[in-house]
Every structure is written in structure tokens, then in C-alpha cells.
């Protein structure tokens, strides 16, 4: 029995180590279905204002219920303050950021699309580095290497904007991607504008990561908190589709590609993305969050070369492959600094730092320092004899 016992909380304790890591991976296949699922609904005629809405509607019906019944009990009071920053969130990430995201995949192709996120660790650390949520020592090798890691991060950012490059038919797809031509004058001017509307919304995306954490630590309850940025990702996006399109048509769907992408997109990518994203934040932090990105475009750019018969071209291949080292750079001295737990401010670190330190060892060590005084004034009162009470006396002997 206790062999059955021992092996079930090793089991136990081997998942809780890998949860964020299983959901994290999980998601870079959630959203390497949905570039594809969104892109071929766009060239079907789907508005994406109006994918947006129906997006963020659908996430807020899937994950309402759920938080309505799962945190009733430990739902804490809304406060202004909160209902602020989930209104922030409900237009960063929701409006702002899918907006131009999708803009920028239309201009480029979804392989691209999917490589530019590869910026966003870059962007997410020097937003937390703002924000006080990351800590820098220069003089310590995981601060040079996140440094470092950035700046590459950047470099390889701009290799993909200002350079494009031959194609690169690698998969020796047939067909014609959604895109082509080179002969068209506008093409090049287009692929531009794209790609600095990805990278745009990268910054919309990172800066909902850091809002999102801060929202967290005031209100830590993760579904209701995904419910109410849906919802209002919901109201808003609303509010700018009836702006920005005044055809009633652009409305209108059926059960086809436009549909699914409104389903799937909203369910996966909205719903159980916001709820894992805030788990994983809540234990590891938001830029560990956003290491899995490369994942991604790997995932992407095999199923765009097949399904799409999207091209690779030079550019792209020689920036994301810059990137993925300035990832990996800055990823590498996140997780040493993390083994080590010392954050180089230790009261600023103990107020930000990802994910907040167990309580427990600083309880023990304040228990034993009281338990050692006492023990040092009953001796000095005794005449230089150390006097232990019995029940800890016998707790030693034990």
C-alpha cells in the first residue's frame, strides 16, 4: 500500500512540474491550427472585425458557465480598479492586437504571421523589465544573456521586415499561394506594411501578458477573469467592427470555413488560451510564457506549405532563425536565474517577482530564530545553563 501511495505522489508531483509545460505546448498547436482555420475563412471573404467579434462572443459563452460555477465561492469583490484593467486587457489583446495580427497575416501569408511572434519574449522582457516584473544585474551572466538575447531578438526582427528574399519552395509544393506575385508593384510595399502590423501587434500582446499579471495578483480567480475579457474583447470589438464596416453582408455567415474559424479561434485560442496563459503566468511568469513561440512556426509553416501552398522565402527563414537564438538566449538566463531564486533586489522581488515565492521557509526560519533567542535568555538566566523546556526536549531525542 505504501509503494501504490509513494509512486502516486511522485506521479503527482511530476505532473504539477510539467503542467506548464504541457499546456503551454499544447497551445503552440491550438494556434498553429487556427493561422491556418483563419487564413483559408479569409479567403473565403470573412471580415476581420467582425471575426473578431464572433471570436470573443463565442469565448465568452464557452467560458462563462464554467466560471460562474467553478469559482462562485472564491470569486473575489469586483473593484474599480480591477474592472479597469480588464477593460485595458478586453481592448489590448482582443481589438488591438487581432486586429492588426490579422491585417498583417492577410499582407504576408500565415507562415510569416507565425514567425514574427517569434519578437514577442523580446518585447514581453523589456515591457517586464518597465514594470519592474524582471530584474537586471549586469554583472551576472543570465542578465547578459537575456540582454544579449533581446537585442539578436530585434535584429532578427528587422532582417524579417527589410528583407524578403527569394522563395524557398522547400516542401516542393504545387499550387498558388493566396499571395502570389512577384509582379505586382504593390506586393513588396504590402509585405511591409504587414509585417510592421505583426510586429505592432506583438506589442499589444505583450503589454496584455504584463496587464494580465498585474490583474491576477487582484483578482485571482482565472476563469472569471477570461470570461470578463472575452466579454468585453466582446463589447469593444463590437464597437470598432460597426465603425470600420458598414456593410450588413460582412455580418452574414454560414457553416463553412468562416464559421469554424469563428468557433475554433474563439474556443482554443481565446477561451482555453486566456485560462492557461493566466495559470502559467501565475507559477512561471510572462516571458517564460511566450519561450514555446518557434514551436509554432514550425507547425505553421508545414501545414501552410501543404494545405495553403504558401511559399517560404529567404528573408523570413534567415530572420526567424536569428530570432530563435535571441529566444533561446534570453530563455536560457531566465530559467538559470530561476534555479538560482535569488532576484537581485530581494524586497523589490518578494512584491513582483513571477511567480510568487512560497511563504513557507521564511515561516521556518523566523520560527527557529524566535525558538534560538529564547533558548540564548533562559541560559542567561540561568546562570550560563542552557534550559530546553521538556516537550522540546523530547521532540530532540525523537
Not at 130 to 135: H, S, V, Y
Not at 189 to 211: E, K
Not at 236 to 265: K, N, P, T
Not at 322 to 327: A, F, P, S
Request: charged share 15%.
Amino acid at each position: 500500500m505504501g509503494d501504490h501511495q509513494g509512486l502516486f505522489v511522485k506521479l503527482s508531483l511530476m505532473f504539477s512540474k510539467a503542467k506548464a509545460y504541457l499546456g503551454i505546448v499544447s497551445l503552440q498547436f491550438g494556434y498553429a491550427g487556427m493561422y491556418i482555420i483563419t487564413m483559408i475563412s479569409f479567403n473565403h471573404g470573412m471580415n476581420h472585425y467582425v471575426l473578431v467579434v464572433y471570436r470573443h462572443a463565442v469565448a465568452t459563452l464557452a467560458i462563462a458557465p464554467f466560471a460562474l460555477v467553478l469559482e462562485r465561492k472564491i470569486r473575489p469583490k469586483m473593484t474599480l480598479s480591477v474592472f479597469l484593467k480588464i477593460t485595458a486587457l478586453g481592448l489590448l489583446e482582443p481589438v488591438i492586437d487581432q486586429n492588426l495580427y490579422y491585417v498583417g497575416m492577410k499582407y504576408t501569408s500565415a507562415t510569416f504571421a507565425s514567425a514574427s511572434v517569434n519578437v514577442l519574449p523580446a518585447i514581453t522582457f523589456i515591457m517586464a523589465v518597465i514594470f519592474r516584473l524582471e530584474k537586471i544585474n549586469i554583472k551576472k551572466i543570465t542578465s547578459q544573456a537575456k540582454v544579449i538575447g533581446t537585442i539578436i531578438t530585434v535584429s532578427g526582427a528587422m532582417v524579417m521586415t527589410l528583407y524578403k528574399g527569394p522563395i524557398i519552395d522547400f516542401l516542393h509544393t504545387r499550387g498558388i499561394s493566396h499571395h502570389e506575385s512577384s509582379n505586382d508593384p504593390s506586393a513588396g510595399q504590402n509585405w511591409v506594411t504587414g509585417t510592421l502590423m505583426l510586429l505592432a501587434s506583438c506589442f499589444g500582446w505583450s503589454g496584455f501578458f504584463i496587464l494580465q499579471s498585474f490583474t491576477l495578483k487582484q483578482y485571482p480567480a482565472e476563469l472569471s477573469v477570461t470570461a470578463l475579457i472575452c466579454f468585453m474583447g466582446t463589447v469593444q470589438g463590437a464597437a470598432v467592427a460597426l465603425f470600420m464596416e458598414h456593410e450588413i453582408s460582412a455580418w452574414a455567415i454560414g457553416f463553412d470555413s468562416r464559421i469554424m474559424a469563428a468557433a475554433y479561434s474563439g474556443i482554443v485560442c481565446s477561451g482555453i488560451a486566456y485560462y492557461v496563459q493566466s495559470i502559467v503566468i501565475k507559477e512561471r511568469g510572462p516571458v517564460f510564457l511566450t519561450a514555446f513561440s518557434p514551436l509554432c512556426m514550425i507547425i505553421t509553416a508545414i501545414l501552410g506549405s501543404f494545405i495553403l501552398a504558401e511559399k517560404l522565402h529567404l528573408g523570413s527563414l534567415l530572420g526567424a532563425t536569428v530570432i530563435v537564438i535571441g529566444l533561446y538566449s534570453v530563455v536560457w538566463g531566465k530559467s538559470k536565474e530561476g534555479r538560482n531564486g535569488k532576484p537581485t533586489d530581494e524586497k523589490a522581488g518578494r512584491s513582483h517577482e513571477l511567480p510568487v515565492a512560497s511563504t513557507t521557509t521564511a515561516t521556518t526560519t523566523t520560527t527557529t530564530s524566535i525558538s534560538h533567542n529564547n533558548n540564548i535568555n533562559n541560559m542567561e538566566e540561568g546562570g550560563g545553563m542552557l534550559r530546553i523546556p521538556v516537550s522540546e526536549a523530547s521532540s530532540i531525542i525523537a
